[in-house]
T-cell receptor, first 113, second 111 residues
Framework: AQSVSQHNHHVILSEAASLELGCNYS??????LFWYVQYPGQHLQLLLK??????LVKGIKGFEAEFIKSKFSFNLRKPSVQWSDTAEYFC???????????FGRGTSLIVHP | NAGVTQTPKFQVLKTGQSMTLQCAQD?????MYWYRQDPGMGLRLIYY???????DKGEVPNGYNVSRLNKREFSLRLESAAPSQTSVYFC??????????FGPGTRLLVL
């Protein structure tokens, strides 16, 4: 069975600090990987995704993620966070041929101005 | 192009009451999903529909039923609401294996 682990449940940063949120998964085959963001009181929306090709993926609002197959990881990064990045972040995967996404439990990010 | 819409936005029920949450998408997606979101638990899949005419149980189906009315609409029914079903419910749709698009959510309180 596939699973997704997000190690950081709560992260608190000051503006301009760098961010890295961990995401590890367990599945031996082909995967599609996603990071979603949920701003306070809103629904989830796509931040970025990786299906194949360049393992360094760039998303909206200056976020990027790197797929490292050997480590089963898809960590999210941003060099300098802003107060408006305060949100909950979810890593998700869909294994090859599956209809069903698997989500991590989410990481709550608070950025102090 | 409204994306994914959900009704109602808020609902308060008494234990034992029933209700149906409505979801519709206008993106011609085959797959639709119902999730619940609880603090510290992330998103948990209740039911999904891979295509029109099919539905399958997810991780937490007990106490819920679904209907894929047509390609656009996927409803979630609580036959006899319980306080444990107090949650935020999200509907989503997608092309198989691709990005999911989420609705705005329904906040349900069961007293």
């Amino acid at each position: 069975a596939q699973s997704v682990s997000q190690h950081n449940h709560h992260v608190i940063l000051s503006e301009a600090a760098s961010l890295e949120l961990g995401c590890n998964y367990s599945y031996g085959g082909t995967v599609n990987l996603f990071w979603y963001v949920q701003y306070p009181g809103q629904h989830l929306q796509l931040l970025l995704k990786y299906f194949s090709g360049d393992p360094l993926v760039k998303g909206i609002k200056g976020f990027e993620a790197e797929f490292i197959k050997s480590k089963f990881s898809f960590n999210l990064r941003k060099p300098s966070v802003q107060w408006s990045d305060t949100a909950e972040y979810f890593c998700a995967l869909i294994s090859g041929g599956s209809y069903i996404p698997t989500f991590g439990r989410g990481t709550s990010l608070i950025v102090h101005p | 192009n409204a994306g994914v819409t959900q009704t109602p936005k808020f609902q308060v029920l008494k234990t034992g009451q029933s209700m149906t949450l409505q979801c519709a998408q206008d993106m011609n997606h085959n797959s639709m999903y119902w999730y619940r979101q609880d603090p510290g638990m992330g998103l948990r899949l209740i039911y999904y529909s891979a295509s029109e005419g099919t539905t399958d149980k997810g991780e937490v189906p007990n106490g819920y039923n679904v209907s894929r009315l047509n390609k656009r609409e996927f409803s979630l029914r609580l036959e006899s609401a319980a306080p444990s079903q107090t949650s935020v419910y999200f509907c989503a749709s997608s092309v198989v294996g691709e990005t999911q698009y989420f609705g705005p959510g329904t906040r349900l309180l069961v007293l």
